[in-house]
């Protein structure tokens, strides 16, 4: 009967952090920002294009940066509206510095630089893209 009853309330436990996880769930859903409209949504994400920066190094293969320096990539990662939103402001994506840090003489940056560009190139259509090259010799 103790067995019974440990399984019981591992049973319950279990039921609790689902309840708990739906919750959760359902609290996002009452989030005040969720009520703001498309329009005002995009003005906020608007006045964060100035630049998306990115650190293009052979070090490690991958592009660097802090979060905070790649605007657009960040917010278009937010949630399915965000991305939405951020993916029909070309505006967003018009503007990109790149710092190339090639390490040990290779020169990896060149594999990434087209995809990057292509990237912000195909998203700000139709304004211009503005960028803004820095390479370290």
Known sequence: ELEHCEKQIEALESRRQSLRSYTARLRSMLSPFRKVPDEILRRILNGCWDMNHFTLTCKDEETSGDIRDTPALTLSS????????????????????????????????EEKLPFILDVFLSRALPHPLTIAIDVAE
């Open 78 to 109: 937010v949630c399915s509206r965000w991305r939405r939103n951020a993916l029909s402001m070309p505006s967003l994506w018009s503007g990109i510095s790149l710092a190339c840090q090639p390490m040990s003489g290779t020169d990896g940056y």
